[in-house]
T-cell receptor, first 112, second 111 residues
Framework: EAGVAQSPRYKIIEKRQSVAFWCNPISGHATLYWYQQILGQGPKLLIQFQNNGVVDDSQLPKDRFSAERLKGVDSTLKIQPAKLEDSAVYLC??????????FGSGTQLSVL | GNSVTQMEGPVTLSEEAFLTINCTYTATGYPSLFWYVQYPGEGLQLLLKATKADDKGSNKGFEATYRKETTSFHLEKGSVQVSDSAVYFCALTGYGQNFVFGPGTRLSVLP
């Protein structure tokens, strides 16, 4: 089966600019996650969707980050405006159940 | 809250050496424990898991045993290969809770 697709693979922007990331989960996976992975750290959950509803967004900096999952399939994560500390890899994952996550290759964001 | 601690890397070994990567956790209740691996240029993928005390997860020659008395889930492999070079993440999840990942341990295996 096809894996989790993410784009772009890399993105370089200046601070205060906006950026968007796209994720297409594995077909049939109802749950979709966005993680932030800062260099040298483990992934940190930003937001979890179940179908097109938000299950957990407690660690999403809502003043600058937003995410949507229209029609319960693919999803977009946006940062506006970006800060230097947003430089990280943004990982999308999907799952059918709660115990096995399938990750995409991630988008590496550099904010200059 | 739940948390995971891993030994700091990087770990550098020669091919066919024995590998141990330590992982300890703090959690309420009875979490499920996981090791995920991230090969260069790829996304994280599940390596093995254990869902209850004394369970042993195994895959690709790697093993880890869920030790509730020591709150540990150490990853071991008897003979590493160059192709095992990657970053290894210990993780846990509890009922109704999301995954919590450790910081990762980078392993480099030299021929």
């Amino acid at each position: 089966e096809a894996g989790v697709a993410q784009s772009p693979r890399y993105k370089i922007i200046e601070k205060r600019q906006s950026v968007a990331f796209w994720c297409n989960p594995i077909s049939g996976h109802a749950t979709l996650y966005w993680y932030q992975q800062i260099l040298g750290q483990g992934p940190k959950l930003l937001i979890q969707f179940q179908n097109n509803g938000v299950v957990d967004d407690s660690q999403l900096p809502k003043d600058r980050f937003s995410a949507e999952r229209l029609k319960g399939v693919d999803s977009t994560l946006k940062i506006q405006p970006a800060k230097l500390e947003d430089s990280a890899v943004y990982l999308c994952a999907s799952s059918r159940g709660i115990e096995k996550l399938f990750f995409g290759s991630g988008t590496q964001l550099s904010v200059l | 809250g739940n948390s995971v601690t891993q030994m700091e890397g990087p770990v550098t070994l020669s091919e066919e050496a024995f590998l141990t990567i330590n992982c300890t956790y703090t959690a309420t209740g009875y979490p499920s424990l996981f090791w995920y691996v991230q090969y260069p240029g790829e996304g994280l993928q599940l390596l093995l898991k254990a869902t209850k005390a004394d369970d042993k997860g195994s895959n690709k020659g790697f093993e880890a045993t869920y030790r509730k008395e020591t709150t540990s889930f150490h990853l071991e492999k008897g003979s590493v290969q160059v192709s095992d070079s990657a970053v290894y993440f210990c993780a846990l999840t509890g009922y109704g809770q999301n995954f919590v990942f450790g910081p990762g341990t980078r392993l480099s295996v030299l021929p």
